[in-house]
């Protein structure tokens, strides 16, 4: 009877939305609402980012270190926390991006597409 | 990490919140300049974002630890819960405060006297020099025996003798001259001790040998409350019995000795010495990687040795061998201690059979609780963990009680009765909290806890939810399982309460015959005290008969002293043992025809004590140094050498084969006189002997000097207390200015001498009565409540026309049939347990029918009485209320 929890859907995602997420900034700071408008629009709105998910993601980050934050003031005047890259951060960046490239590329070769 | 993520979980929640309203205000904006109206816009936002509660659950989530969190929640509850049944939780608490503080009492005096290692440096090393023999081994030193010690430097690092320095020293040369305890000891006792110096240095060889000159060693105390503390004590002179003595060193504080002493003299033994009595004892340390084993075989061969060199001094069975210091120290505590901890652990095995008893009732009446909990969705493992903890934490805080508790009740038991344990310092001083009794006091507190609140726990948490939540709550009575568990833990109770019970009476009766022994001597209205002679006037026998006189004379004229005593040792002290020869009597192969406690006396001795002289006559005054020798011998004596013959024809040698210290002529035997108990209370009368101190030769005098104070009694026509200044005040007249210490009323001693036997039986008697009462209390809740649960039952029966005595003897008939099953186990465990008693019994078998028919029989009516209360209360029951009573 012990309390099992079902496993977070898109367990395989999770890692996913991290990596768009430190990637979304790279172009500087923003804050959350940013973040998922970014995503969306620059995936020409292919990829919803579900919010409820958004914001646990970004405290994980902060967290491990890849992300820092403050307060500040939003485009809209508005009160707002942004999040910052942080050297660690980059890094990590880049090892998962490397890690999707390869895996995108091992699926690609076995759903049968050219290696260009 | 974790943890720091988890303590500020609150923080960044309310962050967590002002982002996502942020979040939901960008939302609105873009929505607004989409064109959508304000309403619409939040409308929009709040249902693209779903519940804010959502995400807010998964961070708060990830921060916490769901151990801590779970445990914080059961711990909560708990305490709500216990403070919701305040009569049932201070009960449960002081049961176990009871149960545990016992065993906290016990083990702090376990833990000073037999754990702690002693204070000094590597002290496992350190051995204790032991005569072995057919009777058992003891400590006991002579130089010819030091001096083959010291040769074995195969096993030994470091050999140094000491002595107890129990003759004490006058400190003079001051307006109040004082007794202190002077330790005599060879020069390698500082460094083999590791005894720190706070100034000056220790003795050297040469200070150590005869003719080394007066020098003397400071104890830190000594220093501090006689001289000030002044640093520049070392290098000058104070006055020991009127001689100067050269003060070479001060040691460190917290040096330990047992016993204590104030300042320390070298021995200057003279190393071709033959004397064969035992004035000192030896330690060592052994050298690194040697075994006691491995010592002890080596000593075999000393031993050897010594019976070559010195014919007759060491018979055949007799030998060397070695024991560790702290086990020679501790003595047969070891075995007592050991039985009071076996005690303690019955008392808490029943207050936790009590408490688990109050936990089922507690169960039972919450039964519906639980159950709802459980419809709930609490799994049962989380009931028996919330259970659990509730036991945990009355044990936790009866522990801490307990803590509380047993220290300071050991403490008020060691001072009313020190009960002669080593190493407790002056009125159980040393008997202190550490790391180890905290330490202890919380394991058992943890195991307590598991051990009532295990059964309990998994009882409650098997149980039928829909018919638990379909009865009705008053009739929601005790499972049979849970009764039969109930009834076991009862008979429980009972069985382990009469063990304990039966182990009190035994030691009450043995110390009631103890108090009913005659000590041989009337022991009222004497007043006794220690003078030290240590001094050079009394290193001869004439100078010491000198003393006697003057101050027997003085005395005498001191109003309310009736008769005046000086001995060298008190009755109930042990005496010297000396061999003897019965002059005309062959001894076959034996070295001596016999041998008996030594007591050389003045000649009031006997009239002050009140001895009975039997046959012939007393010591008088003349019986001195110019007169013939004579000897008086006791009762026992008499019978063991003389079963049909007349002693008052022979004649004694006495001190045979001990050396020429103790060679003297032959002594007449003059007088028999009654026993007296000079072992201790419980010890049969030794055969003893009596001799004029005014006859002793004079080595014997010097070396009895050394070894022992001069000891004065006086018998008294009023209260002894109130003539303790003008006796004081008139032996320092009469022996020119010695001061007099250890004064205690001979009424005192015998107390003293029974402490150990008093400590025990208090002891036992606190945890029997506490026993007893909580078996009482078990065996009482057990009835009442089953008559409670019964009050359907019964009123129907009444109703049927039963009769109230027969609904009472019922009642009876089923809890006398627990009690009685458990006063048989009970008899049981108590005919094997108390064996380990017999040690400790006087002047009765462990199997003592008195205390096997009369305890059961007092723990029965016990239980009669805890039942009849109930059974009464069921007579009581009014069919017609009981009938309506759902």
Redesign the interface.
Known sequence: ???KKPPPAGDILQGTLDMLILRTLVMGPA????I??VIEHTSENALEVE??????AL??LE?RGLLSSEWGV?E?N????FYRLTAKGRKELAAATGRWRQMTRAIGLILGESDE | MNFE?FMDRKR?DE??A???H??L???Q??NAARGLSPEEARRQANL????PR??RE??WR?RSLPWVEDAWRDLRFVLRSLGKTPGFTAIAILVIAVGIGVNTAVFSVINTVLLKPLTYPDPQSLVQLMNTGPQGSFPGANVPKFNIWHQQSGIFQQVSGYDWGGAGTNLTGGDNPEQVQAIHVTAGYFSLFGAPLAAGRTFTTAEDSPNGGHVVVLSYELWQSRFGGKPDIVGRTIQLDGQPYLVVGVIGRGFVTEPVGDLWLPFQFDLASRDMAHYFTVAARLKPGITLPQANAQLNLAADQFRRTYAGALGPQEGFGVVSLQESIVGDTRSSLLVLLGAVGLVLLIACANVANLLLVRASARKRELATRAALGA???QIVRQLLCESLVLSLTGGFLGLALGVAGVRLLLSISPAGLPRIGENGSAVTIDGNVLLFTFVVSVITGILFGIVPAISASRQNLAATLNESSSRSGLGFRSGKIRSILVISEMALALVLVIGAALLIRTFVKLQAVDPGFDTNNVLTMSMSISGDRFQKTAGVAQVIRDGTERLNTVPGVTSTAATCCLPLHNAFGVPFDIVGRPKGNAPSTGGGGYFSVSWGYFETFKIPLLRGRSFTEHDDGSAPGVVMINEAMAKQYWPKGDPLQDRLLTGVGMGPVFAEPARQIVGIVGDTHDGGLGRDPLPTMYIPMAQMPDAEIALNSRVAPLWWAVRTSVDPHTLVKPVSAALRQASGGLPVAHIHTMDELVVLNTSRERFNMLLLTIFGASALLMAAIGVYGLMAYSVQQRTQELGIRMALGAQASSIRNMVIRQGMTLALIGVVIGIGGAFWLTHFLASFLFGMKALDPTAFIVTPLLLAGVALIAIWIPARRATRVDPMTSLRFE
Do not use: C
């Open positions: 009877m012990a309390m804050h959350g609402h940013t998922a408008q919010q409820g998910s958004l914001y646990p405290h994980r967290d939003s809209n508005r009160k707002a926390k | 993520r960044k962050e967590l002002e982002e996502i942020s979040h205000a960008h939302e904006d873009a693209k974002f779903g519940n959502g995400p998964r961070v990830y799994g049962r493992w």
